[in-house]
């Protein structure tokens, strides 16, 4: 094993802006639309405009970091280059939670939409399986990766493509085509604001994929540029798609009274807009975009455990290592397949409320770093572009995150405190192990 510039063959912008689209999930707005219907009174379409917004300014002060750092991405390293190594420490072990997570959401959600496909075989041997067949493919260098989400991505957009185009056909030929060229989808009518942010704070986390790629920068060619352009690409492309697809649904089901189980509607959606044949194709294309999704956040993870075990949080020795021939973190892979087979052990709801604080941690940090490195350290505060900037962007971001904090469940504050906690066990130790040792060798 040995240091990461072994890696011979780069990235391309098309290639990461596809592992960050991947990392979105695409087709988790079929899945989130009947709880969010509900929640905003019919205004899916706008709510997603709004986290988007709220999203961009987010995903720019990441985009400014990865321009200009010498560092390797994620909102860990962000942090420790402007605040310091303690607060980037404290980051990355919030943001850790999120990365390790949500490979086992994946893995979980791939066992379940299995397992109803052929229930023949156990829940345990498709958790297996799943976990098993991506932890493999991330094992081999990155590219490989990259074309395969290629093709997990483009498949299930292809299928959003065919299910806007019997929506339109549906309501063209039953109601008339003006019918479809309406901005209701958008209004509805409703005018409360505090249901739309309330549902606004649901979705943000839809676009998760911009931090995702701040990861790869080691692995991409000509890093700050094409890590920066990743980033907002990636969120306006995944912004689109959930929009456009949004917009669709909500000109069909214009609320979720239809729905007989809102919380799990993409079946019911699918099934009254194509029909039983539709809906099992449609079933397959969302495993292969959880597919898409779990071979992108697997990588991001062991991205990040490496990062920080080349800083030595972690153990160096297997953590901050890349392998000879393979050019990957292979150990770092190794450990997020072990944490995601305990997907056999656990069930959607338990994890799924928990994923939202670490996410929270990092989007705060980085916001908060833009100020403290451009503004306060360099000193770019003359003129109105420099606070615009530096001072008011990242405060409006800043305030715009103050809202999903609002909104966290408590469950996943509660773990995450813990989980926090666990952290500054984990950094007191270190620093006392440090200091023993610094003791010992002065004798």
């Known amino acids: 094993m040995e240091n990461r510039s072994v890696v011979l063959k780069k990235l391309s912008l098309w290639q990461v802006t596809i592992i960050g689209i991947a990392y979105m999930t695409p087709m988790t707005v079929f899945d989130t639309f009947g709880i969010v219907s509900g929640i905003t009174e019919g205004r899916v379409p706008l709510a997603y405009l709004l986290a988007l ?35 980037g420490f404290f980051v990355g072990w919030c943001s850790l939670l999120d990365y390790l997570l949500l490979p086992l959401i994946n893995v979980l959600l791939a066992a379940i939409y299995l397992t109803a496909l052929i229930p023949s ?28 989400s290629l093709v997990f991505v483009f498949a299930p957009v292809l299928l959003m493509f065919v299910f806007i185009y019997l929506v339109v056909n549906g309501i063209s030929s039953s109601e008339g085509a003006t019918h479809v060229l309406t901005l209701k989808p958008l209004w509805h009518g409703s005018q409360e604001l505090l249901p739309l942010i309330a549902g606004a704070s649901v979705l943000c986390f839809s676009f998760l994929g911009f931090d995702a790629v701040t990861t790869l920068s080691s692995e991409t060619k000509n890093p700050k540029q094409n890590i920066p352009r990743a980033v907002i690409l990636t969120t306006l ?8 697809a949004a917009w669709f649904i909500q000109l069909y089901y214009p609320s979720n009274i239809r729905f007989q189980h809102p919380q ?66 292979i150990f770092s892979v190794l450990f997020v397949g072990i944490i995601s087979m305990s997907a056999i052990f656990l069930n959607l709801a338990q994890v799924v409320s928990l994923i939202s604080f670490g996410a929270l941690v990092a989007f705060t940090a980085v916001n908060f770093s833009v100020f403290v490195k451009f503004y306060l350290k360099e000193n770019h505060r003359k ?6 900037l530096n001072l008011f962007l990242p405060f409006i971001s800043v305030t715009c995150i103050v809202f999903l904090w609002l909104n966290l469940d408590t469950t996943a504050l509660t773990f995450g405190c813990a989980w926090l906690f666990v952290g500054i066990l984990l950094f007191a130790y270190k620093r006392i192990k440090k200091q023993s040792i610094a003791i010992t060798s002065s004798y």
């Open 53 to 87: 917004c709220a999203m961009l300014l987010t995903a720019w002060s990441y985009a400014r970091f990865s321009r200009e750092s010498e560092h390797s991405g994620s909102a860990y390293s962000y942090t420790a280059e402007s605040c310091g190594a303690k607060s």
């Open 264 to 329: 799990e509607a993409l079946p019911e959606i699918v099934l009254y807009v194509g029909g039983a044949l539709f809906q099992s194709i449609f079933l397959v294309g969302q495993i292969m975009n959880t597919a898409a999704s779990g071979l992108a956040s697997h990588a991001s993870a062991s991205r990040l455990l490496y990062i920080m075990g080349k800083d030595n949080i972690f153990p160096q020795k297997y953590f901050g290592t890349f392998h000879r021939t393979l050019g990957t973190p």
């Open 237 to 244: 492309t995944g912004g689109f798609i959930f929009f456009s």
């Open 383 to 388: 003129g109105f572009k420099n606070k615009c």
């Open 121 to 148: 075989l156990p829940y345990w041997f498709w958790v297996i399986l799943s976990t098993s067949v991506v932890t493999l493919v991330n094992c081999f260098r990155i590219r490989i990766l990259a074309n395969l």
